[in-house]
């Protein structure tokens, strides 16, 4: 007598040491197994036969280096029917996109955290836009050493994007450079028809000068260059004023 072998070449269950992996059916073949970043240890996958006399053969490969694939290929028991089951095990990429350290010109950030985004650099009255950093004077270091990151020059500012390691989470800190401006808006002389005004002084601001009814020319000198002075409208026995706006 001659006995026809089964083409049955499906497994009853597919387990994740020892229990069976979520959402298993014998004919669904492809299954995903995710696990928490930090796993070092992968699981233990085992299976059971759909009926005796198949043929199961296991090959684990290393896709990635968070990322294995455990295929079980089975053969039913004619020996010519074969179905293959995949189960690909995912280890999560560290989503930290944080610095640990950012130095400007070889010296680290003056509170400097983190979770901190946005910084500025106030260069003293008078400095020039020479003196400002550039992408070459900026030196960062990461949480993570598998995260990436660029540093670009937006005007006059520079921004650094650090990537996780996963690829998804990202943050951008950026540096403000600024020139304080200055606050001065004294005189440093007030001439009234060419001659300095009587006893002059910067901190003085009202005077008291008798003039016919033509205008004196009047000419203010800022102690700072970079304020700008506004003269009044001239008119007898009224007061005059000069206004200095500061930086």
Not at 2 to 20: H, K
Not at 69 to 89: D, G, K, R, W
Not at 131 to 144: G, H, L, P, S, Y
Request: aromatic share 12%.
């Amino acid at each position: 007598f001659l006995y026809e072998q089964s083409s049955y070449a499906y497994l009853e269950g597919i387990y994740q040491d020892g229990i069976l992996i979520p959402g298993f059916r014998p004919d669904s073949l492809e299954y995903t197994v995710s696990l928490p970043y930090g796993t070092t240890t992968m699981p233990t996958f085992t299976y059971k036969e759909g009926i005796e006399g198949q043929n199961v053969e296991l090959e684990i490969i290393q896709s990635s280096k968070n990322k294995q694939v455990h295929i079980f290929t089975v053969t039913a028991p004619n020996q010519e029917t074969a179905t293959a089951y995949s189960v690909q095990v995912e280890v999560a990429l560290n989503d930290n996109s944080r610095l640990k350290k950012l130095l400007v010109k070889g010296t680290e950030f003056n509170n400097f955290h983190a979770d901190t985004l946005n910084y500025t650099i106030l260069y003293p009255i008078g400095s020039s836009k020479s003196n400002f950093a550039t992408k070459a004077d900026i030196q960062v270091i990461a949480e993570d050493v598998n995260a990436t990151m660029s540093i670009n020059l937006n005007g006059e500012d520079i921004s650094i994007q650090v990537v996780a390691e996963d690829g998804i989470h990202a943050r951008v800190y950026t540096i403000h450079q600024e020139i304080e401006l200055s606050s001065n808006a004294r005189l440093s002389a007030l001439y009234i028809a060419g001659t300095l005004v009587r006893d002059f002084a910067p901190e003085v601001t009202e005077y008291t000068y008798y003039v016919t009814d033509a205008q004196p020319s009047v000419n203010a000198i800022a102690e700072d260059s970079t304020s700008t002075i506004e003269y009044g409208i001239y008119a007898v026995d009224a007061p005059y004023y000069i206004y200095v706006t500061a930086q």
